[in-house]
């Protein structure tokens, strides 16, 4: 007859066994690892790691914090319209929206930065963001700003050039000791910078030109990629901002600009692709496309309605850059995963919190108000 | 009493491809939230690795019911065979609802479902934004209870192997197809 008490290999008393504390010690050790390992994956052993909160947190730490709003390009207002394909993308992508034809479009017209209620000003990025909805379902999401090249060509230096250009609270103004030093170690950005000022900021929405900046790879049927950007060109012709525009009394005039011009007559754009040759950096968008690259304009893009925020429109939409259709693929470019993910976390923020009225609202003669 | 102390094959061979599924999934999920240029192609893999978790666990549940999992040893304490019997429930369900909240947090978000190419998935709820930060923030809860769940799973199975050698690790993790009764350790 066994001893009762080890009749079982369940009770406390086996603990007394030999070797029984070493083993449970293994165990315990290989539970840790595995906890470790998931902890490091998470990123909570690395405090200084660039994950996507810290993005979103610095962009609140410069802005501050406007329940509702996107953390980047906080003030915008709603847009409708078509795109209206002539079938020219199709031999570049196989992507449904290229073929002849109309596609519906939503999308948004948006300044730079994170305050929704900042008023217009003669040097606010412009920027639009799209939603192409072919039937099929294969959505193309695009946002677009109306500079030529970017400003920076990777997460970590977005990160820092964020801080740099912060207003002082007694200026107003960027510390300029720090945005030397942010250039003197990204001279990408002080060549990048040259290109922006080279260029007078457009009179309004409509009149300017919209761009992609990310390199993406198009595909077409026969499997054949090629490196490509693209850019929404103004059919209304280029007007330089004026000073007289800016010192109006109304803090929205460039918005209500495109709403009262959209009240009178469509605004369109060319859909322009650029396509890269081999060779071509796809990795950095602050540097442009060499100026003898082939052009395709692949139709015409018609916004023809316009609307201010409100819960299911634009406002509930994430113009995640990497919504793509089958026929469109990421580049290289270490933005573009690190823009879908900012704008995953800024969206997943905001859909969470109390929502504040826009700054721009459209009364129903269809004024901006 | 004869007893088959073993899963069946099929059962094994299910437990093992969705442990390793699941422990990808759960890694991929915490690092690619956590991350900016390697986010991209960790949801690449995310949502459709989670769809083909969905199909299998909905096969293995039908498994577990018409082939049931051999008895537990005589002599295990009742606290042990309801942590067992409660822990199992809880990682099926879980396997259930993750991937069904992650695809109705999509589906709320009006992200489109893609998969692969033009390989896409239905929305399964409105567009709501603020029903998707609902069901966003309880993705990452679940997953914290699955993470927590597979840890006492993980804790256990080498508690039976090594500890108290009584079969229960064998049934899951031997190759080889055995029969006769679980050697529990005082066994002459």
Not at chain 1, 51 to 65: C, H, L, S
Not at chain 1, 216 to 245: D, H, I, K, L, Y
């Amino acid at each position: 007859m066994p001893d009762p008490n080890s009749a079982t290999p369940y009770r406390l008393s086996a603990l007394r066994e030999k070797g029984v504390l070493i083993r449970l010690a293994v165990i315990g050790i290989a539970v840790l690892i595995v906890v470790g390992c998931f902890a490091f994956v998470g990123g909570w052993l690395s405090p200084h790691r660039l994950t996507q909160a810290r993005m979103i947190d610095r962009f609140e730490e410069v802005n501050g914090v406007w329940p509702g709003f996107r953390r980047n390009h906080a003030k915008s207002v709603c847009i409708a319209g078509y795109f209206d394909s002539n079938g020219d993308g199709v031999r570049l992508s196989k992507a449904a929206v290229f073929r002849a034809g109309r596609v519906p479009v939503i999308g948004r017209f948006s300044l730079a930065g994170g305050q929704p209620y900042v008023a217009d000003g003669p040097a606010a990025v412009r920027a639009m963001g799209l939603s192409f909805r072919p039937p099929s379902g294969e959505e193309w999401r695009t946002a677009m700003i109306d500079i030529p090249v970017f400003i920076v060509k990777d997460p970590e230096g977005f990160y820092e050039q964020l801080l740099a250009s912060k207003p002082e609270p007694a200026t107003g103004k960027p510390d300029p000791a720090k945005m030397k030093d942010f250039l003197a170690r990204h001279p990408e950005t002080s060549r990048a910078l040259q290109i922006v000022q080279a260029k007078p900021f457009s009179s309004g929405f409509a009149n300017t030109s919209y761009n992609g900046l990310d390199a993406f790879r198009f595909v077409n049927a026969a499997g054949a990629a090629a490196p490509v950007r693209w850019s929404m060109v103004a059919v209304e012709r280029f007007e330089p901002e004026t000073p007289a525009q800016s010192v109006a009394q109304d803090k929205n005039y460039l918005f209500d600009a495109v709403i009262a011009g959209i009240e009178r007559a469509p605004i369109e754009w060319h859909v322009v692709v650029t396509i890269g040759q081999p060779g071509d950096s796809t990795d950095d968008a602050t540097i442009p496309c060499p100026s003898n690259r082939q052009q395709v304009d692949v139709g015409t893009l018609t916004i023809n309605h316009i609307e201010g925020e409100a819960p299911g429109n634009c406002r509930d939409i994430n113009f995640d850059p990497l919504v793509l259709p089958s026929g469109i693929e990421p580049s290289d470019d270490p933005l573009l995963s690190a823009r879908s993910a900012a704008y995953s976390t800024s969206f997943t923020r905001r859909a969470g919190e109390k929502k504040e009225p826009s700054a721009v609202q459209i009364s129903d003669d269809g004024k901006g108000a | 009493m004869a007893q088959h102390l073993q899963f069946p094959t099929f059962s094994r061979i299910l437990h093992w491809t969705m442990a390793v599924m699941v422990l990808a999934m759960l890694s991929i999920g915490i690092g690619m939230v956590a991350s900016l240029s390697d986010y991209h192609w960790l949801v690449s893999i995310h949502k459709p690795l989670g769809v083909l978790i969905l199909i299998l666990v909905a096969i293995r549940l039908v498994n577990r019911l018409v082939n049931p999992a051999p008895p537990l040893p005589e002599g295990i304490p009742a606290w042990q065979r309801f942590a067992a019997y409660a822990s199992h429930v809880v990682l099926y369900a879980l396997m259930f609802a993750l991937p069904l909240v992650g695809w109705g947090m999509l589906s709320a978000a009006r992200y489109p479902i893609v998969h692969y190419g033009s390989l896409q998935l239905p929305p399964i709820l409105p567009h709501d934004a603020a029903l998707y930060a609902v069901l966003r923030t309880a993705h990452t809860v679940l997953a914290f209870l699955l993470f927590a769940t597979f840890i006492a799973h993980f804790s256990a199975a080498p508690m039976h192997a090594l500890i108290y050698r009584d079969g229960v690790f064998q049934s899951m993790a031997s190759w080889r197809t055995r029969s006769g009764k679980f050697a529990v350790a005082t066994q002459d």
